[in-house]
């Protein structure tokens, strides 16, 4: 009796065995069948072994990738075991987010409104649902919006620079990330959650714990966020969660105190979330369009409580650290370079009479840097969509439905065919005379397309009055502290440096 359950347990788990080793043969053998240039991959993490284990970061895995692919349009490999296209060609990359969008409007990350209400934001939602939203939230970004902000984010950057003052004082030595994400979050906070933030004089705020947590994923939530692109509806289905439950509070409690408190007291603001207020009660204009909106099948379209929660909430996440990590950059990209800071300092300093959001959007110099700044070091170094139907490709190739595609931003800003030198910091590269050379669809910091970063705008100016409020009062140094080269963080969703970047602030003499 004993034998033969013993013969049939072991049965059981050869032929298990067996059926996933054929299963994840078959499925990472996808690309070789196909005839397509492959980065091979094996089990478990497929080809992004050493970024799933935090030995790469994201941005040097897929410049590797790039760079292997050389002479290929396109280059397939596996994330953990799902079908993965990297796309090196920028006609191709043109067709994937403009010309057949239809095809490429999701990018297949989680998102589950009912067991994660915070998960359900513009990043993450998907089809229709998306578009109807994004139409909504557009206004909210325009230059004249932006205008009726740009007095807040103005008075919020003297707090930096009185800041950068108090610590330039106690050693010379200033660590970036420190100072421009205290200044994101401030500015983030303010605009996105009616939050008079205190990250400035608040070395350990909640707001700053809360957000570290998201951008600064444990192994076991980095391993999550893998899973989910590979096996989302499984995710969704045992309800495991992404985000962690004291941020979903934190952030819950303070929409609601917020939205409460204003309508409680008549209080509006010029702010993102007043426009998200305004919004809450007030329906969608094409609300039978919502087909695959998920629960909002068939309803009228208004944001709820937890659908504006989850919109500040990503202008938190998305906004905070892809402006403080470039200012970071930019800040030291001037002090290696010191004849480019003079040349900026002085068109600053011609501007700084009126330094109105048109004067400070209008200066050429100050333009030409933050592109090139975003070029070298693009905070967020891959674009990512997801196929919902099959699509054929430039050779007649057939790429089939739920296929990940990847566009390397960083691999392509670092192609010497695309931007000659590309270690060199050449802000002249993006000069008036110069940008017809650059290759369409090679410059790509804010993605591009209908699905691009809606926030650029808003973002762009935040860094911009930083810039000119650290520089018209110091000169940026580097300092005995300052490490070099920068090494890049493994441990992060965006590009950053591993240990921050030390510079030294010495403060101009007038
Ligand atoms: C230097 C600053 C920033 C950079 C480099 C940046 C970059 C990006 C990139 C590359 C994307 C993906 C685009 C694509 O897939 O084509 C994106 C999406 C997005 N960004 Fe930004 N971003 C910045 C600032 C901001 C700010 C300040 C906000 C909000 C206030 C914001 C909100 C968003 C949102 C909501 C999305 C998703 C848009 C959608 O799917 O419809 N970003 N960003």
């Given at each position: 009796m004993i034998g033969s359950l013993g013969w049939i347990t072991t049965t059981l788990i050869t032929t298990t065995l067996l059926t996933l080793f054929i299963f994840l043969k078959r499925k990472l053998d996808f690309w070789k069948n196909l005839g397509v240039a492959y980065i091979p991959g094996s089990f478990p993490f497929g080809s992004i072994r050493r970024l799933a284990t935090f030995q790469i970061s994201t941005a040097e895995l897929f410049k590797e990738f790039y760079d292997r692919g050389e002479g290929q349009k396109y280059v397939g490999y596996y994330t953990l075991f799902k079908r993965s296209l990297m796309v090196r060609d920028p006609e191709l990359i043109k067709n994937i987010l403009v010309k057949d969008f239809s095809t490429f409007v999701d990018r297949g990350v989680y998102h589950n409104l009912e067991d994660d209400p915070l998960s359900g934001h513009l990043f993450s939602i998907e089809g229709d649902y998306w578009k109807n939203l994004r139409n909504k939230l557009?206004?909210?970004?325009t230059s004249g919006k932006m205008k009726t902000m740009y007095g807040t984010v103005k008075d919020l950057s003297v707090n930096l620079r009185n800041y950068a003052k108090q610590k330039a004082a106690i050693d010379g030595s200033v660590e970036m990330k420190n100072l421009t994400g205290r200044f994101g979050l401030d500015v983030i906070a303010n605009v996105a959650l009616g939050l008079e933030g205190n990250n400035f004089n608040d070395e350990n705020s909640v707001m700053k714990r809360m957000t570290e947590m998201m951008i600064r994923p444990t192994f076991f939530q980095y391993m999550k966020t893998l899973m989910s692109l590979v096996c989302k509806d499984f995710i969704i289905y045992t309800r495991i969660r992404l985000t962690p439950k004291p941020v979903e509070d934190f952030f819950m409690r303070l929409v609601k105190k917020n939205i409460e408190y204003r309508e409680k007291m008549g209080i509006t603001r010029k702010d993102f979330m007043q426009l998200l207020i305004d919004l809450k009660d007030t329906s969608f204009?094409?609300?039978?369009?919502?087909?695959?909106?998920e629960r909002h099948k068939g309803e009228k379209l208004t944001l709820t409580l937890e659908e504006i929660a989850a919109q500040s909430f990503v202008f938190v996440l998305a906004g905070f650290e892809t402006s403080s990590v470039t200012l970071g950059f930019l800040l030291y990209e001037l002090a290696s370079h010191p004849e480019i800071q003079e040349k900026l300092y002085r068109e600053l300093e011609a501007g700084s009479a009126d330094l109105s959001y048109d004067v400070l959007l209008n200066l050429p110099y100050l333009d030409m840097i933050l592109s090139e700044t975003l070029r070298k070091h693009p905070p967020v170094p891959i674009l990512q969509r997801q196929s919902k139907g099959d699509y054929k490709l430039p050779d007649g190739k057939v790429l089939p439905a739920d296929t990940l595609v990847i566009i390397p931003v960083y691999g392509l800003h670092h192609d010497p065919k695309l931007f000659p030198n590309p270690e060199k910091f050449i802000p002249?590269?993006?000069s008036k005379e110069n940008q017809d050379n650059i290759v369409p669809y090679s410059h790509l910091p804010f993605g591009e397309g209908p699905r691009n970063c809606i926030g650029m705008r808003f973002g762009k100016m935040q860094i911009k009055l930083a810039v000119a409020s650290i520089l018209l009062h110091f000169r940026i140094e580097k300092s005995p502290k300052t490490v070099e080269p920068i090494l890049i963080e493994n441990k992060s969703f965006t590009y950053n440096a591993k240990g921050g970047i030390w510079l030294k602030l010495v403060e101009r003499k007038k």
């Open positions: 557009s206004p909210t970004f204009p094409n609300d039978k369009d919502i087909s695959n909106g002249e590269r993006f």
